[in-house]
């Protein structure tokens, strides 16, 4: 649920909103398809971790040369502090809708916020945090059924394809599936089921006590099947929405959540708008940790760091540090001259080059006995994650294209 509760993060509902207020109804249908990709991916993520008792960066580094270890985290962390920085961004843009001032103090406010929750809680009592962080996104909810919808157009655009020669609909199309399957998910839900095992004493890696495979697999099944679905669910609220208020007012040119919510204010009146805003900070501080979060356990287990949330910062130094300067990173770009909406495009393109290679890499681990022993990953689920990886591959090259020609503009 967190791991789906994240993937809607500011940056992500920017997509969403742009999507639907470009095409309407007619892009919806691209959520049927994005939903199995998700489920499967994030699947294999989890039973890496709670199979072997490592995260994927541990994993990466017992079975893989350096050198592509290296480029992988390397790139991974480097597309997440962009992210973070384009989400605390859209964080201080809703602030300032709603309360007014400058943005930064904003901006500042929510990154420490952020930095300072992982350090300081403990796991469990930090777990329990982000569970509750994923009511923010019943606002999409909210907004939802606060606006009125065609709902004959709006089931026909999500049950039935339509397709386009327009480029700049296929742009969409990648940029929603970029934005759904991203590298830092998949980091932090093989790093969740290693800090579960660690925090019940009960739990071990199925690798060393297989009875506890059938049970545990049945709920990461169900997790998975549940949390994905929560965040299709909220794509498809924030696309209907803006579909059924900004596209049929002729507001097609959305580039930001915040630009997004902003425009909702005329057309879906003072409340929609509202709700909007608060749900881009809710899910803002929901994401920013998740993100920081994915690129502590990504370098932490890359370099054999003690890593964790479940262990105090004294005996996890290094790794606490890489959240903390992450997201400090993360501040400074937004408060430099830099562009965030180029930045954010520079960030699709490191991970549509990240994301395809560890997918790769994943179905290598997950497929194979000696590192799953019986629990390597065979029939549906396998032939699924090949397919996933095939169409994120195709994904990245649709990616690269419209970042570099949107970054040349």
Known sequence: MITGAADDDPSGIATYSQAGAQFGFSITWTLLFTYPLMVIIQEISARIGRTTGKGIGANLRAHFSPWLLNTIVLSVVAANTVNIAADLGAMGDAANLVIGGPKWPYVVAFGVLCAAL???????????VLKWLTVALFAYFGTFF???????????GFFIPTFSSDAAFWTTVVAILGTTI???????QASQEVEEVKDNAARKPLVDAPKQGPAAIRRIEADTYVGMAFSNL????????????????????VTSSAQAAEALKPVA???GFLVFSLGLIGTGLLAVPVLSGSSAYALGEARNWPV?????????KAFYATIVISTICGISIVLSPLDPIKALYWSAVINGFVSAPVMAMMMLIVSSKKIMKKFAVRGLLWYGGWVATAA????TLGLIVSAVLNTGQ
């Open 118 to 128: 992982q350090v300081f809680i403990d796991y469990s009592r930090y777990a329990t």
């Open 146 to 156: 606060v606006v009125k919808i065609p709902w004959t157009e709006a089931a026909k």
């Open 182 to 188: 991203s590298p830092y998910l998949f980091f932090w």
């Open 234 to 253: 909220v794509s498809l609220a924030i696309m209907i929405t803006t579909a059924a208020t900004l596209h049929a007012a002729g507001a097609k040119d």
């Open 269 to 271: 009146g003072e409340f």
């Open 308 to 316: 964790g949330l479940a262990r105090k910062p004294k005996a996890a």
């Open 392 to 395: 994120m591959g195709a994904a």
